[in-house]
């Protein structure tokens, strides 16, 4: 294969690793800017995509720091970058689904854990919270730790205090 279709497989493939990152990074980015009404929805994420694309050609200073100092320059080439590429896509497919990026899907795994904790625990609050700083297993086998005293005792009095 010519090394002009070579690159340009590549350049799509980082074409492509910039749309799949702009999964993440879009919603971050643009929320603030929406939820306040600055920029309507549709121009927001327009101005994002458009930045989040212009910015990797505005800096080459960590491309440079690795290519000079953690990586051997001389042996990259067309295919490790392409697949380092194709990885960085996978992860960001996976990263979709197993680690979810927004607030509202971390505060809702959160809740969902401290109520299987709370079953687990049989329905003790204290226990629950001690299972979700320090892991259920560790309380169970040997007790609180100092820091997950303070950190139940601050739990509990905001409980109290929001009238839980």
Excluded: C
Excluded at 56 to 84: E, Q, R
Excluded at 108 to 115: E, I, K, P, S, T
């Amino acid at each position: 294969m010519s090394s002009d279709i070579i690159l340009v497989i590549v350049v799509g493939t980082a074409l492509a690793f910039d749309f799949t990152n702009g999964f993440h990074d879009t919603a971050n980015v643009v929320a603030t800017s929406i939820s306040t009404r600055a920029m309507p929805p549709r121009f927001a994420v327009l101005f994002a995509a458009i930045f989040n694309f212009v910015g990797a050609f505005l800096s080459l200073k960590v491309a440079a720091t690795v290519g000079k100092d953690i990586v051997n320059s001389d042996s990259i080439s067309m295919t490790i970058v392409f697949a380092g590429l194709i990885g960085a896509i996978a992860w960001n497919l996976a990263r979709r689904h197993l680690d979810p990026s927004s607030a509202i899907d971390n505060v809702g795994a959160g809740v969902l854990y401290l109520g299987h904790l709370l079953g687990e625990t049989g329905g003790d609050p204290a226990m629950a919270a001690a299972g979700y700083y320090q892991g259920i297993g560790s309380v169970r086998s040997i007790g609180m730790l100092p820091e997950t005293q303070r950190y139940v005792a601050n739990v509990m009095a905001l409980r109290s205090r929001f009238g839980g």
